[in-house]
């Protein structure tokens, strides 16, 4: 009997001296003092001994599971402080390092474009006025000057929301909700927005983009004027040294009509990529208010005047950051979007 019991002390001690940590200490545990444990098993054994054989076997027993108790915790606390050491090391704070920013949101570039147009334009009088982005056929095209099969309808394809109900092709319907609520009043104003062309998507043109258009109406107001403001607002936007240019051009809701051109940014007009080797990149649409369009807007062309234009800020902001494909403006790409300014 004794000899099973020294055996077992044996074989118990040195797995456990061989335990390295907490889990392998708990299997010995388990191992030896638990319920299906050997030293268990044994004392439960007991009872199927020949009577005189008990109180001695008990006793052996008793005192095994109590010395290997005792060394377990022995064992335990050197593990633990081995644990409890190497954590310390491993699992050291660097309290010093900085520390790591949360993520904030910030403003969309074409947001920060728009933005800094306001503020030009508030500078020279323009007050922003907001207009619908779902739009009759009536103001998106028959009020400016393009009654029901009128070719120049072809110059903008379009979003129908129903037979009359289109989604603005560009903001100039604007210009007329402006003039009807202002009339007879003189009017200043810049209409930003989205507009939708049902197109196809390139690196020059997305079927959702912005515009702003702008309208001035008075009684003296002449095309000077709006070379004067098409200048201002190209040398606050893009730097003192801007020169301008107008080129004839046509739109159904002026007369005469023009396109106008700055000399480019990066290459100061010698010709490059961005301005595709002409020196000159387009900045706006624009020309005298249409006699028809001042008169559906309640004024008479014989009393007054006015300048209208219309501008793409994706395109503003693609010459100012050098961005040569409008779709990054829309694809919600973080690596993108981070570049510009946060709030
Ligand atoms: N609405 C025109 C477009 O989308 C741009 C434009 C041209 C607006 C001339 C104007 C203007 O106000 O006078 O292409």
Known sequence: MSTVLEAMEQAALSSLAAATNSEELEA??????????????????????????????????NQLRLLLEERHTARQTEIREVELARALVEETIDVTLPGRRPWTGGLHPITLTLRRMYAIFAEMGFQVYRSREVESDLYNFELLNMPPEHPARDMWDTFYVSD???????????????????????????????????????????????????????????????????????????????????RASYFPFTEPSVEVDMDCIICGGEGCRVCKHTGWVEIAGAGMVHPTVLRNGGYDPEQFSGFAFGMGPERIAMILNDVDDIRYFYGNDLRFLRQFGNL
């Open 164 to 246: 009359s109900v289109v989604l603005r092709t560009h903001t100039s319907p604007g210009q007329m909700r402006a003039m009807r609520d202002y009339c007879p009043e003189p009017v200043r104003v810049i209409v930003p927005g989205k507009c939708y062309r049902y197109e196809q998507v390139t690196a020059r043109s997305e079927f959702m983009f912005h515009q702003v258009e702008g309208l001035a109406i008075g009684t003296d107001i002449t095309l000077a004027d709006l070379k004067g403001v098409m200048a201002t607002f190209a040398r606050r936007m893009f730097g003192p040294e801007r020169q301008m240019r107008f």
């Open 28 to 61: 010995w545990h388990q191992d030896y003092l638990g319920r299906k444990g050997k030293v268990t098993v044994f004392m439960r054994s007991i009872g199927s001994l020949p009577a005189e054989e008990r109180p001695q076997a008990g006793q052996a027993g």
